[in-house]
C-alpha cells in the first residue's frame, strides 16, 4: 500500500474510534441522566394539579386482597408511587410507615403503589426488612402513567377527605420526611 494511502485509511480509522468514543459517552451520559429521572425534581409539573379529583383504582395488595381507593373516601390518604429498585423511593418507605403509624388514630391510610411491576416477594422481603406495615399494591404502573401523569419516582399525593388531590411532592431526599408530614397535617 503507498504511504499516504495508509495515512488516509489511519486517519479514517482515527475518526471512527473518536466517533465511537463519542457516542459512547453520550449513551453513557444518556443513560445517566435517565437513570437519576428515577428522582425528579421536587414539584415537578408533570404532578395531578392540587384540588383536582385523585382517579379511583383497584389494585392487588402485596399478601393478598386488593385495595380500591374510593373506598377510602372519608379519610385523607398518602398515596405514594415507587418502587424497591428506586434508592430515593426506598429511602423513603420507612417514613411512610411512620407517619401511618402516627397519624392512624385520625384516620390517615398510606398506600404505596409499585410502578416498575417488581415481583410481589420482593416487595414482600424489602417490607420485612424495613419493618414496613402500611400497605403496598402491585401493577401500578399503567395507572401512574396514564391516570396520575407519572413520570418520576417516588411521586406522593395526599388526598383530602373528599378524594381531591391537597398536595404532592416528587423525589425525596434527606429533610422530605418533614415536608410530607406537613402535607398530611393539612389534611387531618
Known amino acids: 500500500m ?5 495515512l488516509r485509511v489511519e486517519s479514517i480509522a482515527e475518526v471512527g474510534c473518536q466517533t465511537m468514543r463519542y457516542a459512547g459517552w453520550t449513551c453513557l451520559c444518556g443513560t445517566m441522566l435517565l437513570a437519576s429521572g428515577c428522582a425528579g425534581k421536587a414539584g415537578a409539573a408533570s404532578a395531578l394539579p392540587i384540588g383536582t379529583l385523585a382517579p379511583d383504582f383497584e389494585l392487588p ?5 386488593s385495595v380500591r ?3 377510602l373516601r372519608g379519610r385523607p390518604v398518602l398515596l405514594s408511587f415507587g418502587a424497591v429498585g428506586c434508592r430515593p ?3 423513603e418507605a ?3 410507615t411512620a407517619l401511618a403509624t402516627k397519624y392512624a388514630d385520625r384516620g390517615l391510610a398510606v398506600l404505596s403503589v409499585n410502578v ?3 415481583d410481589a416477594r420482593k416487595i414482600e422481603r424489602f417490607a420485612k426488612e424495613k419493618g414496613l406495615s402500611h400497605p403496598h399494591l402491585l401493577n401500578g404502573l399503567d395507572l401512574y402513567r396514564d391516570r396520575y401523569n407519572g413520570r418520576t419516582v417516588p411521586q406522593v399525593y395526599v388526598i383530602d377527605r373528599e378524594g ?3 398536595a404532592s411532592h416528587s423525589n425525596f431526599v434527606p429533610g422530605d420526611e418533614r415536608h ?3 402535607m398530611v397535617l393539612g389534611v387531618l
Not at 2 to 6: I, N, Q
Not at 61 to 65: D, I, K, L, T
Open 89 to 91: 423511593c426506598r429511602a
Open 61 to 65: 395488595q402485596v399478601g393478598g386482597g
Open 94 to 96: 420507612p417514613h411512610l
Open 69 to 71: 381507593l374510593s373506598e
Open 116 to 118: 416498575w411491576n417488581e
Open 2 to 6: 503507498r504511504p499516504e494511502l495508509a
Open 164 to 166: 381531591r388531590i391537597a
Open 180 to 182: 410530607l408530614e406537613d
